[in-house]
């Protein structure tokens, strides 16, 4: 590249802002370097910009400057046509507005074309073109995932990544995830049951979302029982060929990769379909794919369930799922408001946990109710309003003494055992027990629930923790805690 002297490359008058050009040659190079080159060539280029037609600047823009050397502008190309066409038709414009920004006279442009830099074009093109058919791809990919995800009648809120895990539901889920991760290998049937609204269908749909994204071929089903039973009936029913509907029927639902049948509890006295059922679980289960089944109950408290379906639906693994600790509800409420993009007082939140502790549902539905309200009047949700819109009544406070009867009955100990110094493997299961319900249902301090019970507050301590680490892994002890929060009516 040739320099150029910049005092003679421009004026201080220059009225075309270029200016800026002028080095103080007192105290720097005499020559142009290649910064103020390549300024210097973006202020010309803004200029021809300016001054050409619209068609032509993508080319414009394609051109590098090479040098300046006595008042020739060299720059590159790699596109041989338009180093032909500017110079046929627009040099003399060029040119001029050179002329005018470098009051030189003799300035002129000089197009080359280069094979490096159209080397180099190629490549940029090819990689813009990769780009592009990269991102297309990606569209088309989301596209059918939206369509297989709608065909497969899932609800696209409900995957793992919009499910909170909590203590109550760490077994379930990680079960469910195992089975997305690794379908029909390890846990099949699955068999996901609990009380209504505690994220049964949301955990089961998201084993379908999680499989269709990974594998976009794969083929997954979600039926709610109601659906199947209809369906198996009126084609039953149809007065053309029998054979013909149930082969469509059967097909339909064992074609399939993945089936998710929800509310199996439906299912109930139906002999029929039933059998049919029994049938469909069969051709999938031989054919090694995944069948995931959610249930309100246990299949032993099914009624009239076939014993033929009750062993198929015990063969896998069954998880429970149960109401969820004041932690993850507050965790649940917090993803809502934020999802919804509201901002929520904490206090709030505590307030909606607190009071609606036994089904998600229930939770989420008090929580969009105060949050439409807090729309409507433009204001943030603070704990006035919850406790305005919702009128929750105070929950009935948990004593020790009641704890420590409800369980010692329950577990079939002496009450006053547990306040003594018996070291009996029942009365001190019980003893840890209590002290981790009183700990988690009254948040009293252990020194305080220690000191009730004549133990240190480390043993209180020590008790809490031990039944914390087990109760996931422990459908005895997780059902044991359960009954005992229904029986002292902090749960339904
Ligand atoms: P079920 O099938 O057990 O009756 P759902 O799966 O329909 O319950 O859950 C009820 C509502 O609660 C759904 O909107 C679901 O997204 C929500 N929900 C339940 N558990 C969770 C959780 N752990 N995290 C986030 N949302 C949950
Ligand atoms: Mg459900």
């Known amino acids: 590249m040739v320099r150029q002297e ?44 300016g001054i050409l037609p619209e068609s032509v600047h993508p080319w414009i823009y394609s051109l590098e400057v090479s040098g300046y050397d006595k008042g020739v502008l060299t720059v590159v ?65 989301i596209e059918n995932l939206s369509y297989m995800q709608s065909s ?5 809120k409900y995957k793992f990544e919009n499910f909170v895990v909590g203590e109550n539901n760490k077994f379930a889920h990680s079960a469910a ?47 709610k029982t109601d659906d199947y039973i209809n369906d198996f009936i009126s084609n039953s029913r149809k007065s053309n060929d029998y054979v013909e509907n149930m082969a469509k029927f059967n ?43 959610t249930s309100d109950r246990i299949p032993e408290e099914i009624p009239k369930l076939t014993d033929a379906l009750k062993t198929r639906f015990e063969w896998g ?8 600790e004041i932690e993850t509800r507050i965790k649940i409420l917090k993803n809502l408001a934020q999802n919804c993009g509201i901002e929520a007082e904490q206090a709030a939140l505590k307030y909606i946990a607190e009071n609606y502790d036994k089904n998600v549902r229930e939770l989420e539905g008090a929580f969009t109710k105060v949050c439409a309200f807090a729309e409507m009047s433009e204001q943030k949700i603070t704990l006035n309003l919850a406790q305005q819109i919702l009128k929750c009544k105070p929950a009935e406070a948990v004593s020790f003494d009641s704890v420590a009867k409800i369980t010692a009955e329950y577990l079939n100990v002496d009450v006053d055992d547990i306040k003594g110094t ?24 252990f020194e305080s629930i220690g000191e009730y019970f004549n133990k240190k507050h480390t043993t209180a301590m020590y008790g809490h923790e031990q039944v914390k680490n087990k109760i996931n892994a422990s459908q005895e002890l997780s059902n044991a805690v359960r009954e005992i929060k229904q029986a002292l009516k902090v749960i339904r």
């Open 6 to 49: 910049p005092a003679k490359l421009l004026s201080p008058s220059s009225n075309l802002g270029v200016a800026f050009f002028i080095i103080n040659t007192k105290h720097k190079s005499k020559y142009m370097d290649n910064i103020e080159l390549k300024r210097f060539w973006e202020k010309v280029k803004e200029e021809y910009v």
């Open 77 to 141: 190309t790699g596109q041989a046509m338009a180093r032909d066409w500017l110079r046929k038709y627009h040099s003399e414009q060029m040119n001029k507005t050179l002329k005018t920004i470098t009051k030189n006279e003799a300035a002129c442009i000089h197009i080359i074309y280069d094979e490096n830099e159209a080397r180099k074009m190629k490549k940029e093109v090819e990689k813009i073109h990769k780009k592009e058919l990269e991102l297309q791809q990606k569209e088309q990919a």
């Open 152 to 156: 497969s009648n899932l609800n696209l």
């Open 177 to 223: 995830l195992a089975v997305a991760k690794n379908p029909a290998q390890k846990y099949n049937p699955l068999f996901i049951y609990g009380k209504a609204g505690l994220g049964k269908t949301h955990l089961m749909q998201a084993i379908g979302h999680y499989t269709i994204f990974n594998n976009p071929k794969a083929k997954v089903k979600y039926t």
């Open 251 to 293: 097909k339909k639902y064992t074609n399939i990769d993945i089936i998710l049948i929800d509310d199996i509890q439906f299912i109930e006295s139906k002999e029929r379909t039933m059998e049919r059922m029994q049938h469909t679980f069969d051709t999938l289960y031989n054919k090694g794919k995944q069948i995931v089944i």
């Open 317 to 324: 693994l069954m998880v429970e799922l149960i109401p969820p």
């Open 422 to 445: 018996s070291r009996n493997q029942k009365v001190v299961k019980a003893r840890q027990l209590i002290f981790y319900l009183c700990r988690e249902l009254t948040n009293q301090s």
